[in-house]
């Protein structure tokens, strides 16, 4: 599996304070850790929103947004849930 960040998620996640910067990682490591062995860890929130475009809880408030395609990831944004929702609108 490849993992890659859009432009947009890293500005977003620099901007983040250094709680939920860790929030994040975490997060991504327990879907990478998923996608490795199959164990999905029980507050993930994976949850698919459209045909490739997924999304996990990286905190209470906070989703992680990312495409998935064959053998790639890539992670598109990060936010609350309401501008998650707009952005999928968008999109």
């Known amino acids: 599996m490849k993992y890659f960040t859009s432009s947009l998620f ?7 304070d ?4 860790e929030e994040i990682k ?7 850790a998923f996608f490795d062995s199959g164990l999905k860890s029980e507050g993930m929130g994976l ?4 045909e490739n ?18 053998d790639e990831i890539h992670f598109l ?6 501008e998650i929702r707009r952005y ?4």
């Open 10 to 16: 890293k500005r977003i996640v620099k901007k983040l």
């Open 53 to 70: 475009i997924w999304e996990i809880r990286a905190s209470r408030s906070d989703r992680i947004l990312f495409n998935f395609e064959k």
């Open 18 to 21: 250094f709680q939920k910067q």
């Open 77 to 82: 944004v990060v936010s609350g849930h309401d």
């Open 88 to 91: 999928l609108k968008e999109v």
């Open 47 to 50: 949850k698919r929103l459209r």
């Open 26 to 32: 975490r997060a991504i490591s327990e879907l990478v």
